[in-house]
């Protein structure tokens, strides 16, 4: 019998082991409408739980030097994907590393959008003077790019995670801020809304109770998006040596060190990229498939 049967004991069965039917079905009509989207989701699953496990069952400590002879090729032995150029094992630093990746990923595009969804909603309800101060502040940290801008506040402050996850963050405040205003403007002319404010319900109780909950599906489809962003920021500030320093593992550092010794050892940039490449695919190809999915304008196509 299939999960969607809606038969009291299925249900009840349901109920007894744990297993919402409702996330599953929903699921399973995003796996139809988006089957590219749900291949993402997966990825991203898979890559979650490399980043939660994989330190746990690393074979090596990924600082270790003389894990292995240098430069070892991939092999079915102790070095599954070969060894670098101080005998560490590339396989130990991957697992270690995703932690890190996605964890800079997750949380500075969460960050920088949440503190540019505030300033959305502040800036589409109040307008006036608020707005345009707000606009004035967003408008200048648009004029610089991700990178450049994450660079240089880098250079103005020391490397740590800390300091990376803030530099990640701060150029991702207009992305938030844009698409929550533009949301909020028409919201809030909707008669819902006029009722609430006629019956003397607060400002800030319209914003949390009305008008943010429908800026949500907007917002989720950019912050999706904006972690695969965040990734390849990230490691390409490890590329140029302004990330995390050594030797702790990321992997935008080792395909730094990757590049440098493509001739002696190829995989130790070949799998790191592979898997920058895997992580920026899936986060970006889930944004356009929640947008596809939340927008009513896209949900009569197929």
Known sequence: MSVSDGSPDVLVANRRSGISVRPLRAFARFSRRSPVGAVAVGIILALSVMAIVGPHVAPFDPEKIGAGPKYLAPSFGENLLGTDQLGRDVLSRILHGTWITLLVGVVASTGGTMVGAIMGLAS?????????LIQRIVDILMAFPVLILAMALLAALDRSLNTLLFAIAVPFIPYGARVVRATTLVIKEAQYVDAAR?????DLRIIMHHIAPGCLAPYLVVLTGLVGVAIITESAL???GLGIPP???TWGEMLSKGVELSFFAPVVAIVPGVFITLAVFSFGTVGDALRDVLDPRLRGRT
Do not use: E, H, V
Not at 124 to 132: E, K, L, N
Not at 198 to 202: F, H, K, P, V, Y
């Open 238 to 240: 490890g590329f140029l």
């Open 124 to 132: 589409g309800y109040w307008g006036g003077r608020t707005d345009a």
């Open 198 to 202: 006629a019956i003397g319900a607060s």
């Open 247 to 249: 030797p702790t593992p």
